[in-house]
């Protein structure tokens, strides 16, 4: 294929030029990385078994891999390289909080693959309506730990590759979107960059899409949650860390199909800013939730936008109208404020 002078360099693996998914979904690009399989595993004394690798997902900013090995079931994860480095963000969030993460078996930094041992499943799958509640709630309490212990190694994050995106380079973010429809939400996006920066709470990592499909955990239980770990690290950035709140609190809804419920979400609320008492009184920090999330809901659009870099026009006619979405919300919420 011919490269365009705007085109994204090939992915690793690869010298093909064009959508994610075409590559991806090649042999050539799997037996590449089967060879690099059998490259690395047995320098950590493991052992594939001579079986094909089985492909179960495809998407246009990542894809898995499924392995079979001597020390069980691996797997394997690309990702486009306009994602965040998932590599280095396991890499440095093991350091201050190795019990809050997958392991890692291998992994390369230059072509962002890695290989993560089965940790069995997940706590969308054990939860259930009646259950999710108290347990997204420990969960919670455990993400904010993780955040706190974050603080440390953020820049090391951001030099790696990781984006800030501080409260106000999300309302420049923005504003540079250029949208004239749009631009009534403006103001109220400055106004709460302007409170939360007010607080003074350090940036940390944001994990971008914290629900109950990306928590590993053995059991439904209240002692399983205090050795839940956290993946899928692909949409993280540095920022205000009530930012994940903008997916947390929704994943009752969406996953388990709970109705809405103010008080549910102040119970998650209060779990979550528990991580955060010493900082602030909980009742200060509350009256901010609502700002973080309005500036999270500007960090998805431009998650998206990478995510979406080399999707095919197909890709992007079913998902953009996710990133759409959230500015859709943006301008709804923003414009009583406005107006006020």
Request: aromatic share 8%; charged share 25%; glycine share 6%.
């Amino acid at each position: 294929m011919t490269r365009r002078d705007d085109a994204p360099a090939p992915l690793p693996g690869s010298d093909r030029f064009g959508p994610a998914s075409e590559v991806w979904d090649t042999d050539a690009w799997r037996w590449e990385v089967t060879r690099w399989f059998d490259d690395v595993l047995p320098r950590r004394g493991i052992t594939r078994h001579p079986t094909t690798p089985r492909q179960p997902r495809v998407r246009p900013w990542s894809t898995q891999l499924v392995i079979e090995t001597d020390q069980g079931r691996g797997w394997f994860k690309a990702n486009v390289p306009e994602s965040s480095p998932e590599t280095l963000v396991y890499e440095r969030l093991s350091r201050v909080a190795p019990d809050l993460l997958s392991p890692v078996w291998v992994s390369d930094a230059e072509r962002e693959w890695f290989v993560c041992p089965d940790q069995g499943r997940t706590l969308r799958q054990v939860a259930n309506a009646d259950t999710i509640t108290s347990l997204w709630s420990a969960v919670l309490r455990r993400y904010a730990r993780l955040q706190r212990a974050s603080a440390g190694v953020v820049d090391a994050l951001v030099d790696g590759g990781v984006p800030r995106w501080g409260s106000h380079a999300l309302v420049s973010a923005w504003v540079a979107r250029g949208r004239p429809e749009e631009r009534v939400a403006d103001e109220a996006l400055r106004s709460a960059a302007d409170r939360l920066e007010a607080l003074g709470l350090p940036p940390t990592i944001e994990h971008g899409d914290l629900h109950a499909g990306n928590v590993f955990t053995c059991a439904a239980t209240s002692s399983a949650m205090q050795e839940a770990k956290i993946f899928d690290w692909g949409d993280a950035y540095v920022g205000h860390p009530f930012g994940s709140l903008l997916i947390a609190l929704r994943n009752p809804e969406y996953h388990f199909g709970l109705a809405a419920d103010p008080e549910r979400d102040q119970r998650l609320v209060r779990a979550y800013l528990s991580g955060w008492a010493d900082v602030r009184p909980v009742a200060e920090l509350e009256r901010v939730v609502p700002d973080a999330m309005l500036l999270a809901r500007v960090a998805r659009i431009l998650s998206w936008d990478r995510a979406l870099t080399r999707a095919t026009d197909a890709e992007r006619a079913q998902w953009q109208p996710h990133a759409d979405g959230w500015a859709q919300e943006i301008v709804r919420i923003a414009s009583p404020r406005s107006a006020e």
